[in-house]
């Protein structure tokens, strides 16, 4: 199999499992392999991936950039420091707010739409 084969399988095997074993598994396929790689990952799992991957002896960010997404708290003390992007959930929230309020406030269904929010990446030691 080829990194992305492996990449597929295991996040297959995730969807089943639970993202712990993918996480594992991830860590066990770049601790097999050499080369510079890129991981980005809901920002409990990037947690979870970097403890793995510290595990498993890869070296972040040397072999591997790991990037977050939603900037929880902790990823300004983990070591390395977590790169993520925050994507602004009050920002979210009302957006989402917003639009129920104006379906239900109308006679008639509101078509669906294409709605783009802003989001920062934060850059830090992981990437």
């Not at 403890?51 to 990037?67: N, Q």
């Not at 989402?96 to 709605?115: F, G």
């Amino acid at each position: 199999m080829n990194g992305l084969e492996e990449i597929t399988a295991a996040l297959g095997r995730a969807a089943v499992l639970g993202a712990p074993l993918l996480i594992a598994t991830l860590g066990e396929i770049y601790a097999e392999r050499s080369g510079v790689a890129n991981l980005g990952v809901e920002g409990m799992m990037a947690m979870g991936a970097l403890v793995a991957m510290r595990e498993h002896g890869v070296k972040v960010p040397e072999e591997i950039a790991l990037i977050g997404f939603d900037d929880i708290p902790a990823a300004r003390i983990l070591t390395p420091s977590l790169t993520t992007v925050s994507q602004f959930p009050q920002r979210l929230g009302r957006r989402a707010a917003e639009l129920l309020m104006d379906q239900l406030e109308s006679n008639t269904p509101i078509p669906p739409r294409h709605v783009e929010l802003p989001f920062e990446l934060i850059v830090r030691e992981s990437a």
